[in-house]
């Protein structure tokens, strides 16, 4: 009710409702039902993740096995959809690219008039029988469609956003359906910010210096302006220096940019070299146009990093007013999420519009069917970091895990942590009936869907040692016996660094809570979001178990749900009884 009445008013809406619940569903249907009614043209959902899109795909289904007629096209990053093995865009190296233009419009034309659904095995599909760029296709098709699902990107990104929809003095009657919110926070930071560092230009200018003198020269001038930029900062001796604007730099990259624009246009430039300077030419571009936006929302700083490396960095502290110009060009937005609290944290940081309407959407799932603990003697701060305490966690999970025969997934905030605790658990408290896997930071896709499949299983003990925001910690859906557990090591308070601490001291000057902004919110979500992995259906149950005595503190009870109010704490020695007498309350 409430998407209908705010796509009908023309305004935007932030909803925080539970996981598990249907909000893919409850946002497309009030959405769809709107278009049908004139009161939009298009409908663009936008996700984050991979799996995220799957599940509004499967929506849509769903709704036209109940009679609704509705064209959606799924766009897939041009790496993932391209046939051949080096995605390289050029006629001579790309059958596919080679006399596209000639075929596209009829297999455009076939594709509309044959099928309703475009995902990207269909889309794959018709590039190869018509041997057409299936990416290039996709976005063509894309103006023919009554939906796009695609990442927040080709909405948002200044340099990849679609032009068709979103360029300049381009709008539409556009209904924004926002997946998973939370994640658009830190996504809008990137988007808009850029940096150049001195490395950079060292490098391309060693390359080029023979062949190209008048841009060697130009650069060398740069160089010697971040040279000044860095002298500065070391005599200041702290890690980082803010500036109060990025001074003259911009100027002398206008000048580099032009110069690499001649340079591309010869025809005689060798093939690497061209992709070295097209490289650079695009950093220049992205420092350029958002040296233009910065303005009260950015924070211009300089910092070493590396081994012997400088950066100059345009950081986009609060991302809500370049959002906001996109969102523009479109008549509704809705904001959705399982962890959009607080609210205000994140109407701030997401959108310009003081009006905008907020709804807490309580859990509808029986409390009875789930256990909330929280281990009230053990910490993982880094002070705390050592074997007793490594063990203390290792046994905390096996105490867990010994009640009940089933899956269970463990969440640290590091893998280096991870690896420390895994070590001690397989030393001290492994047994035959319980079998661990473990996430790797390079999972191939093929290598991440084996993961869950292991879940599927319904025969034994299966404990799953994973990383807190990572990709099994948000839109996985585990339902019943899936997964019957979540323990949380940690806080998930980010690592500290320049960009945290820059965050903070700019919320501080803002008379807000710099930490809760820059660490404590970010890192809450993270918690709940893999919590939320627990509960998907009403006949699920399981047990959330916290190990970090922080959770019991007042400013963490403060930003915990609703729904959480019967949580409790536990101690090593009495963990077992308490997720015993749960499990015994189902027997």
């Given at each position: 009710?409430?998407?209908?009445?705010?796509?009908?008013?023309?305004?935007?809406?932030?909803?925080?409702?539970?996981?598990?619940?249907?909000?893919?569903?409850?946002?497309?249907?009030?959405?769809?039902?709107?278009?049908?009614?004139?009161?939009?043209?298009?409908?663009?959902?936008?996700?984050?993740?991979?799996?995220?899109?799957?599940?509004?795909?499967?929506?849509?289904?769903?709704?036209?096995?109940?009679?609704?007629?509705?064209?959606?096209?799924?766009?897939?990053?041009?790496?993932?959809?391209?046939?051949?093995?080096?995605?390289?865009?050029?006629?001579?190296?790309?059958?596919?690219?080679?006399?596209?233009?000639?075929?596209?419009?009829?297999?455009?034309?076939?594709?509309?008039?044959?099928?309703?659904?475009?995902?990207?095995?269909?889309?794959?599909?018709?590039?190869?029988?018509?041997?057409?760029?299936?990416?290039?296709?996709?976005?063509?098709?894309?103006?023919?469609?009554?939906?796009?699902?695609?990442?927040?990107?080709?909405?948002?990104?200044?340099?990849?956003?679609?032009?068709?929809?979103?360029?300049?003095?381009?709008?539409?009657?556009?209904?924004?359906?926002?997946?998973?919110?939370?994640?658009?926070?830190?996504?809008?930071?990137?988007?808009?910010?850029?940096?150049?560092?001195?490395?950079?230009?060292?490098?391309?200018?060693?390359?080029?210096?023979?062949?190209?003198?008048?841009?060697?020269?130009?650069?060398?001038?740069?160089?010697?302006?971040?040279?000044?930029?860095?002298?500065?900062?070391?005599?200041?001796?702290?890690?980082?220096?803010?500036?109060?604007?990025?001074?003259?730099?911009?100027?002398?990259?206008?000048?580099?940019?032009?110069?690499?624009?001649?340079?591309?246009?010869?025809?005689?430039?060798?093939?690497?070299?061209?992709k070295e300077i097209l490289e650079f030419y695009f950093v220049v571009r992205d420092f350029l146009n958002v040296s233009e936006l910065v303005d009260e929302n950015y924070v211009v700083y300089t910092e070493c990093f590396g081994e012997?490396?400088?950066?100059?960095?345009?950081?986009?502290?609060?991302?809500?007013?370049?959002?906001?110009?996109?969102?523009?060009?479109?008549?509704?937005?809705?904001?959705?999420?399982?962890?959009?609290?607080?609210?205000?944290?994140?109407?701030?940081?997401?959108?310009?519009?003081?009006?905008?309407?907020?709804?807490?959407?309580?859990?509808?799932?029986?409390?009875?069917?789930?256990?909330?603990?929280?281990?009230?003697?053990?910490?993982?701060?880094?002070?705390?970091?050592?074997?007793?305490?490594?063990?203390?966690?290792?046994?905390?999970?096996?105490?867990?895990?010994?009640?009940?025969?089933?899956?269970?997934?463990?969440?640290?905030?590091?893998?280096?942590?991870?690896?420390?605790?895994?070590?001690?658990?397989?030393?001290?408290?492994?047994?035959?009936?319980?079998?661990?896997?473990?996430?790797?930071?390079?999972?191939?896709?093929?290598?991440?869907?084996?993961?869950?499949?292991?879940?599927?299983?319904?025969?034994?003990?299966?404990?799953?040692?994973?990383?807190?925001?990572?990709?099994?910690?948000?839109?996985?859906?585990?339902?019943?016996?899936?997964?019957?557990?979540?323990?949380?090591?940690?806080?998930?308070?980010?690592?500290?660094?320049?960009?945290?601490?820059?965050?903070?001291?700019?919320?501080?000057?803002?008379?807000?809570?710099?930490?809760?902004?820059?660490?404590?919110?970010?890192?809450?979500?993270?918690?709940?979001?893999?919590?939320?992995?627990?509960?998907?259906?009403?006949?699920?149950?399981?047990?959330?178990?916290?190990?970090?005595?922080?959770?019991?503190?007042?400013?963490?009870?403060?930003?915990?749900?609703?729904?959480?109010?019967?949580?409790?704490?536990?101690?090593?020695?009495?963990?077992?009884?308490?997720?015993?007498?749960?499990?015994?309350?189902?027997?």
């Amino acid at each position: 009710v409430a998407v209908y009445r705010t796509v009908s008013r023309k305004k935007r809406l932030f909803i925080q409702a539970p996981t598990g619940i249907g909000k893919t569903l409850s946002t497309v249907f009030p959405a769809v039902r709107a278009i049908g009614e004139g009161k939009g043209d298009k409908l663009f959902y936008l996700t984050a993740k991979t799996v995220t899109r799957t599940v509004a795909e499967e929506a849509l289904r769903i709704l036209r096995g109940k009679g609704l007629i509705f064209t959606s096209v799924t766009i897939t990053a041009k790496e993932k959809l391209c046939p051949l093995e080096n995605c390289e865009c050029n006629p001579d190296a790309c059958p596919y690219a080679k006399g596209h233009f000639d075929r596209v419009n009829d297999a455009v034309y076939e594709l509309w008039t044959t099928e309703e659904v475009y995902s990207r095995e269909v889309i794959r599909a018709h590039a190869e029988k018509w041997q057409v760029c299936p990416f290039e296709m996709c976005l063509d098709l894309s103006v023919w469609v009554d939906g796009v699902i695609c990442d927040y990107n080709y909405a948002f990104d200044p340099n990849v956003h679609l032009k068709r929809f979103f360029g300049e003095n381009i709008s539409g009657d556009y209904i924004f359906l926002i997946d998973e919110a939370h994640n658009l926070v830190e996504r809008g930071r990137e988007m808009y910010s850029a940096e150049i560092s001195r490395q950079t230009l060292f490098t391309l200018r060693k390359k080029i210096r023979k062949h190209f003198p008048k841009l060697a020269r130009a650069l060398d001038k740069a160089s010697r302006q971040m040279l000044e930029l860095e002298e500065d900062l070391k005599a200041s001796q702290n890690p980082y220096q803010v500036l109060s604007n990025p001074g003259v730099l911009p100027v002398t990259f206008l000048t580099i940019s032009g110069e690499l624009e001649e340079i591309l246009e010869e025809k005689n430039l060798e093939e690497e070299l061209r992709k070295e300077i097209l490289e650079f030419y695009f950093v220049v571009r992205d420092f350029l146009n958002v040296s233009e936006l910065v303005d009260e929302n950015y924070v211009v700083y300089t910092e070493c990093f590396g081994e012997n490396d400088f950066r100059l960095r345009l950081f986009c502290v609060n991302p809500a007013a370049n959002l906001s110009e996109y969102l523009k060009k479109g008549r509704s937005a809705v904001f959705f999420s399982a962890t959009l609290f607080p609210m205000l944290y994140y109407r701030e940081l997401l959108t310009t519009e003081t009006d905008a309407y907020g709804i807490y959407v309580q859990s509808p799932f029986s409390a009875k069917n789930r256990r909330i603990l929280i281990g009230s003697d053990v910490s993982s701060r880094y002070t705390r970091r050592n074997h007793t305490e490594y063990r203390k966690i290792a046994e905390y999970i096996s105490r867990c895990v010994w009640q009940r025969q089933g899956n269970y997934m463990v969440f640290f905030p590091s893998y280096r942590l991870m690896e420390d605790v895994y070590q001690v658990y397989e030393e001290e408290f492994s047994v035959d009936w319980v079998r661990c896997i473990r996430q790797n930071s390079d999972m191939t896709e093929r290598e991440r869907e084996e993961f869950l499949e292991e879940f599927q299983s319904r025969e034994g003990t299966l404990v799953g040692f994973c990383v807190l925001g990572g990709i099994f910690s948000e839109g996985v859906d585990l339902t019943g016996e899936s997964l019957i557990g979540a323990i949380i090591v940690g806080t998930g308070l980010p690592q500290i660094g320049s960009e945290r601490e820059i965050l903070k001291e700019y919320y501080d000057r803002k008379k807000q809570s710099g930490f809760d902004y820059a660490y404590r919110y970010p890192g809450m979500n993270k918690v709940l979001q893999a919590a939320g992995r627990v509960i998907r259906t009403k006949e699920d149950r399981g047990v959330i178990l916290l190990l970090d005595d922080r959770f019991l503190g007042r400013d963490y009870g403060e930003i915990f749900p609703r729904e959480w109010k019967d949580r409790s704490s536990c101690r090593l020695n009495t963990v077992e009884e308490a997720v015993s007498r749960f499990w015994r309350s189902f027997t």
